[in-house]
């Protein structure tokens, strides 16, 4: 785990580097498949979606907010 950060994540992380991140690239490349669902389980229907709304009380609505704000920022400053 030390090797891997000093070798990759703090170099593309922190740095930005895009030579790091190509090697990266390289050598997972040949052990990632990408494949789509109707690809591999075509016998599978189609995706469904069902949206249901719901009012927050008061006090979920101070909870979501609260969680929110500070992942919010928590992203923002990984991003950063």
Known sequence: VKSFNADYRVPIEK???????????????????????????TELPPKTEIIHWVELSDGQRDVYETVRVAMDKKVRDEIA
Do not use: D, W, Y
């Open 15 to 41: 740095r930005g580097s895009e030579v790091r991140l190509q090697h990266l690239n390289g050598r997972i490349k040949p052990f990632l498949l990408r494949r789509t669902k109707e690809q591999v389980a």
